[in-house]
Each structure stands twice: as structure tokens, then as C-alpha cells.
């Protein structure tokens, strides 16, 4: 008799995205002429910068030659790549991260997903409410937790509440935690850690022998100049921290999937005999065993954003969906919300008006004005009475979705 | 206090084709001038096909122009593939799957491992020894077995002896296991499974409500007329089996990455209440959360092999290699070695002479006439003794490779 994993019984309805797809379609498919207007899933709009498009292409022309056809790669990512990272995401700030402690993916949501499964299970994980929801639903998947409270909250997870009143901005846990996600800039509120900030979760880490899962997919939209881009740049991360990045933000990715995760060769934890033993080492060993490598043309396509022409390029399409978010959160300034974040990351966070629920706002939006935002308590229940902008959109679509919201609330 | 998962210390050595790799990389260091001959990993040689180039370069394109620019897709594939794949692998041999239940990805190794993470931890897994390491080694690292024991088995795992006696087809086994690997064509013995054999799987699997997990990866390979190629030709086996295809070794796809599990809608297993529910929404769940679909112009390269030109353009390759996989076995066989395999499949698997072990045979091959194949004990204790060369190799250096083998048992 083969059993099914019972804790994804403790899961609650469907991940935050399909749900909003599925309501999105069910509209459409009722009201076929109204024209909506998505920015709900964070999904980028733009295409492929012309340097990408042309390294990509080469890539696939290699795959059509015997001569320069490549089977399995390296299951670490292609050297060109991780080297190309190394360099201009890190030593180009001065971060010595090494090439050999990057590792190549499909995606940072396998990544931070896959990355509990080489941590035991008696480890006491932390995270943001709110947050991107996959840090909690795989920790729930894998048996991490208990089940969902009346609360809102699973049993055995701590959660770091971040509310207008802290900016977003999480207090140390009182209680010893083992596993630390933190996510800057932050989906979905769009708020940063300042340096100071991350300089205490780091001391928090190497005196508790925790380590922070640092979350930076969304750092290329940081515009100031003095907040980190990423966890490397505080002093003694290396030996407490791992950080995910992705291209999907950065570059367009998301339909092309491609990120990473560094796992610098000092950071150690507890084995069973309580030896404190390699981090890398287990999660290369799992990446050789679970996993075959990124697609060829893919990296080719990745490494091309380092080059001067792609640098400059990807620079002006973070420019355009950072021009949205000041659109948006000036706009809905003016309309009396309350507003944070789109200044460092694509993301503007909206206080509902009258306390209204998260998702009577969005059905509201959805059938009143054909607008789809994102519900903030998908993201957790601190979220509740908070909504989620994405600055991933057109332009027009943008202006368009700000006048219907004024003109919906002049009504 | 953060805890290493302490499953891992339960892995023997590296994973079977790094260590291979390792031992390759360190003798051509130190042999800088000598040819070496790559029949070891199983990785293919020949070049994309015109017609999956064509596709994926427009594929590439589409990214290219904001009209057609594809960002997130849909975490089970696009719509266009998975059709293509319940037509043209299914329905034209009589066989209904519906697209539906068919979920891409980004490979076998990845689909084959994380399979398991939708079932309860109290599932008695059965495997094939000899067999692709995998399914072992993910079923370790998920805390599913015991330690090792001086024997070469994990406890806890049921192996189901494949041997010369039984042309390497595994007899049912006698306890009751609940989640079956089956391999067929196989990795590494190439051996196929008749109907009748198949037929007896799912009776078993029915009877006791288990689930065969049947890997086809190399079905593409079958000549043989009266070889299922798929788990799901025996009738009943919608109700007991998931089945992973790729088209890594189809269509020369190991560097592009693409892939798909078949997981019928009528496919049940037991909750925690006992109660017999849906395997396929634990999948979908599990996929939705933890993968963000497949490369899109991967997608479309891959369907590029339905159409006409692709469907003959890749038989063409396989027939290359499978000439390949003739030449090897009727030179060993002339060499006086027994062989099995290389018929309906790409491997060709020896006996050694004189009870050599494989790893000695390995470091012969490799040391005396640079011909690199992969040691038999790797693919688990039943394997000792044998060798496995792969067809997957240009046809001059197969020759030569024979040639180099004749000369070094004749000296």
C-alpha cells in the first residue's frame, strides 16, 4: 500500500500564484471583452535585451555542431558563468565569493526550496510575515512543521513579524533559530535592510552557529547607494550565510530559468556527532544527484548580462519598471494610501483603505476595474490589509491601472 | 544551532559519474598526449537535429519582441508540448494519456528523485540491482533507508536481483514492497521487459496497492516490435504506475534539459486517514511550489521532434548509435566476453573475464588503452563483475575503442 506524505495534508489551499491565475481566468472567461490589466503574479513584461537574445542564439547554434555540441554539463554551471558572476556581481564590489562557490540552477524557487532538504530535521526555521510564500510552504511539505494554527501560523516555525510600525523590517528573534530566511529586497513589501541591519543578523548568526538564507533576487533593482546588495557584503557572512540570486529579476529570466546559490567553502554547520563539517560539500552532493545542470544555451544566455553592451542594456529595462513603481507609489500617494517600498525593488505595497481585507480588495480591483494585484495575507497573515503592486508591466498598463483605481475611488 | 541533514553520512564515496569523471580528469592531467575515448557516462555525441535547432531558435526569438515575449509559463508545461507528447508517444500506439497528466521538466534525474517527496516516509521501496544510482542514493538522502550494510545494501531498500540467470528481469518480489523503481530499457544491463513480464508488475502492484515508479527513459531505443514501450500499454496501469520519460537520450536533449512525468488522473494512494486520493494533485502541488516550469524555448525545441521532419531526423541518430551498440556487442561477443544488452537499448553490458572487478577493469581500460566505460559494481552489488560500454559515441571512435580492446586481450 503506497502512502502519500501526509504533511501535505497541513497545507492550506492552493499556492498564492495558480489562485490568482485561476479567479483571473474565471473572470475572463465570464466578461471576454474587458481588458485586464495583470500585475499580480510579479511577472516580468519585457523581452530579452538584444545581447542576451544573441549569445542565446549562439548557444543553441553550438548545439548544432558536432564540433561544439555539449551533452551534460558541469552539474556546478558552466565556468564561463559562474565566473562571470564571481566577478562582477561580487569582486566588482569587493566580495571575494569564489566561482567554486557558486552553483548553477533552473530557478531560485527549486533553490530555496531544495536547500532545506541538506539541513536535519530538527532545525528551527525563521521567516518574515510577511513573505514569499514558498520559504514556509516547503518547509511545510517536509514535514518542518506542525500544523497551521487558527492563527494563520504553522506550529515550529518562528516568524519574524514586519509591520508599517518596523518598517519591514524584522527584530532578532527572542528564541534561538537555526535557519534564518530573509529576504532584501523584500517580496512583497519591496522594503531593504539597511547595512547596520544585516550587521546584526550576521553577529546574531555566528553566536547562535545559525545560518541566514539570504534571499537577494530582487537586489538588481537597488537603487541607493548604501544599502547592500548582498549578505557577503557584512563581514563574517561567509561563515553563516547562504544567498540566492536569479536572473529572472535581473535579466528577464522567467521564462528562461536560470539563477544560482552561493555556498561559501567556510560556512559549516553540525553533522550527528556534532562535528562542524562542510555546507557545500552536501549541497553539491545533492546537486549532482538531483539535478543535471542548467541548459547550455541558457548559461550562454545568462553570462551575456556581463558583457558592456548587456550590462547597459538590462540597465535600461530595470530603469523603465523602476520608472512604474515611482508612477505608482506617487500616484497612489496622492489617491490618501499609505505606501512603501518601489523605491529599492519593483514592488509598491499598499495599505488597503477602511481596513479592508486583502482579498475583498483584490476581487474588488478584479471585477470593478479589471486590475489584478496581489493579495498581501497570501504572503502571510502580518500582510492582511496590505496589497502587492508589481512594477513588471507596460507603461501604458500602469498609468491605465492607476487612473481606474483614482477613478474607482471618486466614484 | 544549524544541523546538517545526517542522511548524507550515510552515502557512500561521490556520486557514480563524478567519481568517474574525477578518475578520467586526473589521468588525462597526468597522460596530457594520449587519446582517450569516452564511452563512460552515457552521454550523448551527435548534434541537435535541424529541426529542433530551427524551433528552438525561433523559440529564442519569440523572447526577442514583446508581442510574443514569454515570461512565466505554466509550472506543467505549455499546452503545445504536452499535446504533442499524448499524441505522438501515446495515442498513435493506442494508448490514452491525457495531456493533462502529463507534467514537463527539466530532467529525469531531477523528476526520479523529487518523486519521492510526495510520499509518506513509510513507504518499503523496491529497486533492480543493478540500476541507475539514483533512485537509491535520493531514497538515502530522503531518510528512507537505514545505513549501509557490509553487503553493499542500504537497510530498509528491497533489491530485486537482476543476474545472468535471470537475463537481468527482476522476479516479483516476495514481501510486500509499496513504491517500485522500474527500469526498462535498462540502465546499465539494457535489457528490456516483455508484455507478460509488465503484465505480472501491475497485477502485483494492483493487488497490494502499490505503485511502479517506470522508468523509460531509453524507450526510444526499443527495436523490437513486441517491447512495450511504455508502462501504461498494459491495461490497469493507469491505476498503479507513474511513468518518466526524457528527451535526454531521444533526442540528444542532455545539455538543453527537458523532460516529463506521466501521472494518470485515476492514480491513487492512501492519505494519512487511510482514504485512497489523488496522486497526480500531491505532484501538482508539489511542482507548483518547488518548480517554475521548464525553459520555454526548450519547450519548443522539444516539441520540434513531433513534426515530420524531426520525427525522421531523430530516428537517424538513434540508428547511428544503435549501429554503434551492434558493432560494440558483435566485437566483444567475437572477443569472447558475454554480453547483454545493446539491442533495444544503448548499452552494452559485459561480463568481465576471470571475475575481474569492475573497478579494476575500469582503471585497465583507462590506463592501458585510454578507453573510458562505466564499472558495473556502481550501479549496485549485482553489478560487480560487469562493465557497461554506451553506444553513445562517434562511430570512429567506437571501432577504435573495439579495436584497443581486441589488441590488449591479444598482447
Redesign the interface.
Known amino acids: ?6 504533511n ?2 497541513k ?1 492550506q489551499a ?2 498564492l ?2 489562485e490568482i491565475g485561476r479567479r483571473v481566468n474565471a473572470y475572463a472567461a465570464q466578461n471576454p471583452d474587458k481588458k485586464i490589466i495583470r500585475m499580480g ?1 510579479g ?6 535585451v ?1 545581447a542576451v ?1 544573441k549569445a ?2 549562439e548557444g ?2 553550438d ?4 564540433e561544439t ?5 558541469p ?1 556546478q554551471g558552466y565556468a564561463f558563468l559562474r565566473e562571470a558572476i564571481a566577478e562582477n556581481e561580487f569582486h566588482a564590489r569587493g566580495v571575494q565569493i569564489s566561482a567554486d562557490d557558486i552553483f548553477i540552477s ?2 531560485s ?2 533553490d530555496t ?2 536547500i532545506l ?7 528551527i526555521i525563521a521567516v518574515q510575515d510577511p513573505v514569499y510564500p ?1 520559504y514556509v ?2 518547509s511545510v ?3 518542518r512543521t506542525g500544523t497551521m494554527q487558527a492563527s494563520g501560523y504553522y506550529e515550529q516555525i518562528v516568524y519574524m513579524l514586519c509591520t508599517a510600525e518596523n518598517n519591514f523590517t524584522p527584530e532578532l528573534p527572542k528564541q ?1 533559530v ?2 534564518i530566511f530573509l529576504c532584501f529586497p523584500n517580496n512583497p513589501t519591496g522594503t531593504t535592510s539597511t547595512r547596520e541591519n544585516l550587521e546584526k543578523w550576521v553577529a546574531y548568526a555566528r553566536a ?4 541566514i538564507l539570504y534571499d537577494a533576487a530582487y537586489e538588481a533593482y537597488i537603487q541607493d547607494a548604501d544599502v547592500p546588495h548582498s549578505i557577503f557584503e557584512i563581514p563574517g557572512a561567509e561563515t553563516c550565510a547562504i544567498e540566492f540570486r536569479s536572473f529572472s529579476k535581473k535579466a ?1 529570466f ?4 536560470c539563477a544560482y546559490v552561493i555556498i561559501p567553502e567556510t560556512l559549516k ?4 556527532k556534532g562535528e562542524m ?1 562542510s ?1 557545500k560539500a ?1 549541497w553539491s ?2 546537486h ?11 548559461q550562454r ?1 545568462a553570462a551575456a548580462i556581463y558583457t558592456p553592451e548587456g550590462k547597459e542594456q538590462i540597465a535600461g529595462v530595470i530603469a523603465y519598471y523602476m520608472e512604474n513603481a515611482r508612477i505608482m507609489k506617487a500616484s497612489l500617494e496622492q489617491q490618501g494610501f499609505t505606501v512603501f517600498g518601489g523605491v529599492n525593488a519593483p514592488y509598491v505595497w499598499v495599505k488597503t483603505k477602511n481596513n479592508m481585507k486583502s482579498w475583498e480588495f483584490f476581487d474588488q480591483l478584479l471585477n470593478e476595474i479589471q486590475v489584478v494585484g496581489t493579495p498581501g495575507s497570501g504572503f502571510g497573515p502580518c500582510g492582511e490589509g496590505y496589497f502587492r503592486f508589481s512594477a513588471f508591466a ?1 507603461r501604458e498598463n500602469v498609468i491605465e491601472a492607476m487612473e481606474r483605481l483614482r477613478s474607482m475611488n471618486n466614484e
Open positions: 500500500m503506497a502512502y502519500l506524505n501526509e501535505y495534508e497545507l492552493g499556492y500564484f495558480p503574479i511577472d516580468v513584461t519585457q523581452p530579452l538584444p537574445i542565446f542564439h543553441v547554434e548545439m548544432a555542431k558536432i555540441f555539449k551533452g551534460y554539463g552539474e533552473d530557478g524557487k527549486c526550496g531544495n532538504e541538506i539541513f536535519g530535521m530538527n532545525n514558498v510552504d516547503t511539505m517536509g514535514g534561538k537555526d535557519l547562535n552557529n545559525s545560518i528577464g522567467t521564462g528562461v530559468r554547520a553540525a553533522n550527528s563539517v555546507v552536501l552532493r545533492r549532482s544527484t538531483k539535478f543535471n545542470g542548467a541548459s547550455y544555451p541558457v544566455a507596460a
